[in-house]
């Protein structure tokens, strides 16, 4: 008797030192660690710039940030976008201050319309079928490559408002300066 009592008294406390570590790890999980994304895509475009999108799922228990992403060389610069509302009541897109936050255990869908990574100075065409990798950065350093396809796609048409000049980006010849956001 007095056997089994020991052995169930150490069965129990592995079983507890266990669930404590498991406790530790999920605490010291990088952001990127606990994310996913889902059906990650990439608006087609000729020139000028264009958005990906994609839905992301944070599995974790605490909010986490995206603060910056990049291409496998299709943009020059790639920026994190949101619609808003300008002082005269009009949508406009602007760069996102303080990030993209997926809260804890929820998704956030990066969509036309909404927030996105916005793919700009494109060095090359986006042709559709075309895979795009994509590597965004979390507000503690860690990061996540997904692969975007590109598709076709005739969206919103949004007016871009903010801090970086636009204006004189070349938009092809197909007339996009007040269509920034057909990519959305």
Known sequence: MKRLTTLLLVTVTAV?????????DASTATEASTVSVQDPWVKAADSGM???FGTFRNAA?????IVSATTDGV???VELHEMATDEDGQMVMRQKKGGIVVPAGKTHTLEPGGDHIMLMDLT???EPGQDVRVTIRFSDDSTMSFTAPARSFSGAEEDYQGGTDHGDMDHGDTGEHADHGDHG
């Open 16 to 24: 507890g030192l266990t669930a404590c570590g498991s406790s530790t």
């Open 50 to 52: 264009t958005a990906a």
């Open 61 to 65: 228990d605490r909010d986490v940030t």
């Open 75 to 77: 943009a020059g610069r």
């Open 124 to 126: 090359r065409p986006v």
